[in-house]
């Protein structure tokens, strides 16, 4: 393997002058390993091993991209990146996803609709498109460790699939 130099880093560095904004999602940083619970449309719960989500600092360090790599409940293997970083001129989050699998980008947050919010140790995404909100929970148990849900609502909030989605991680790196 060749010898990294300083352009070349495994996660990237902050910053100095990077919005204290990005704080809330520094603990992406690194290489997480997990498992997941995913509920079927038909009400069953597929588990599932194998998660693996890597976060860095881009953009100078001025943003975050994470990716994660997980199983699809059919068989085959999902990959999404989210892109995070706080636009300081308009005092607002813009949080991009990419799902490489299925050839789309998702506007989460941005200055006209949805939020980034903490609660506690957790940070709340919600996204809103039309009559669909997602909300998507990062509660942070420990250093090592954090466990990532998603809720839907289709009816514009009147309702909400609660737990959609549920992976725990676990820090390796």
Do not use: C
């Not at 919600?126 to 809720?151: G, H, L, M, Q, W």
């Amino acid at each position: 393997m060749a010898q990294q130099g300083p352009a070349i880093t495994t996660y990237g560095d902050r910053h100095e002058a990077a919005p204290a904004e990005l704080d809330l999602f520094s603990f992406l940083i690194g290489k997480w390993e997990g498992s997941g619970k995913t509920r079927l449309a038909d009400g069953t719960i597929a588990e599932y091993d194998g998660l693996s989500w890597i976060g860095r600092y881009v953009l100078d360090g001025m943003a975050i991209i994470d990716e994660l790599h997980a199983p699809l409940p059919g068989g085959g293997r999902g990959l999404g990146m989210t892109l995070r970083y706080f636009d300081m001129d308009n005092d607002a989050w813009v949080v991009e996803f990419l799902n490489v699998s299925n050839s789309f980008i998702r506007r989460q947050v941005n200055e006209r609709s949805g939020a980034v919010e903490k609660d506690g140790s957790t940070v709340v995404v919600t996204s809103v498109s039309d009559k669909s909100i997602s909300r998507e929970f990062y509660r942070v148990i420990d250093d090592d460790r954090f466990v990532y849900t998603i809720d839907l609502s289709n009816d514009g909030g009147e309702t909400w699939n609660k737990g959609s989605i549920e992976f725990t991680m676990n820090r390796v790196e």
